[in-house]
Antibody, heavy 120, light 110 residues
Framework: EVQLLESGGGLVQPGGSLRLSCADS????????ISWVRQAPGRGLEWVSL????????NYADSVKGRFTISRDNSKSTLYLQMSSLRAEDTAVYYC?????????????WGQGTTVTVSS | QSVLTQPPSVSGAPGQRVTISCTGS?????????VHWYQHLPGTAPKLLIY???NRPSGVPDRFSGSKSGTSASLTITGLQAEDEADYYC??????????FGGGTKLTVL
């Protein structure tokens, strides 16, 4: 069974940095693109970033571009999100989600999420 | 403000049919880009319901169906059940390959 497990969330001060991880089990990690999606308290889902299967291509939402960096280590079946210059509005549950085999940008397997709180 | 517009809420009685709309523009849905739909229960991981406008992943009941026309898409749920009460999101992308979600629609089963 395919499973994704996020980690690395926590409390960080405004302006600080944090690195999230997403570990895969159960499928050929390098085969699929993977995205980060977040949900702020009381808000809807927001797409954050996507990385291609081989890591050569990345895309970002305007709200995080220049502050967040997505990367992956296929040898470790792990996805990362390096977050810097964090703001209060980055407070959210962050999900990693695997790209579906069909449907561009569709996501068919999601982790349970890790919570990031940006506060002084 | 989400680029894709959904009604904040819809409701229906058990057994009824409800439709959730998702309105975009010529920069996303209207450009021919795929629309996907997700079901999200609080505290759980979102679930893919419909991909590429009309297709259901394995295991999704055929009570759920999707359609797309012009700059809009719709999710229809027939034979409404209590377990369908959840938040529903449409998703697409734009020409810069930025992912886009609708604002979400809360479905209440009366």
């Amino acid at each position: 069974e395919v499973q994704l497990l996020e980690s690395g969330g926590g409390l960080v001060q405004p302006g600080g940095s944090l690195r999230l991880s997403c570990a895969d089990s159960g499928f050929t990690f390098s085969t699929y693109a993977i995205s980060w999606v977040r949900q702020a308290p009381g808000r809807g889902l927001e797409w954050v970033s996507l990385i291609s299967g081989n890591g050569a291509s990345t895309n970002y939402a305007d709200s995080v571009k220049g502050r967040f960096t997505i990367s992956r280590d296929n040898s470790k079946s792990t996805l990362y999100l390096q977050m810097s210059s964090l703001r209060a509005e980055d407070t959210a549950v962050y999900y990693c989600a695997k790209g579906a085999p069909a449907g561009y940008y569709a996501m068919d397997v999601w982790g349970q999420g890790t919570t990031v709180t940006v506060s002084s | 403000q989400s680029v894709l517009t959904q009604p904040p809420s819809v409701s229906g009685a058990p057994g009824q049919r409800v439709t959730i709309s998702c309105t975009g523009s010529s920069s996303n849905i209207g450009a021919g880009y795929d629309v996907h739909w997700y079901q999200h229960l609080p505290g759980t991981a979102p679930k893919l319901l419909i991909y590429s406008n009309i297709n259901r992943p394995s295991g999704v009941p055929d009570r759920f169906s999707g359609s797309k026309s012009g700059t809009s898409a719709s999710l229809t749920i027939t034979g409404l059940q209590a377990e369908d009460e959840a938040d529903y999101y449409c998703q697409s992308y734009d020409s810069s390959l930025r992912g886009l979600f609708g604002g979400g629609t809360k479905l209440t089963v009366l």
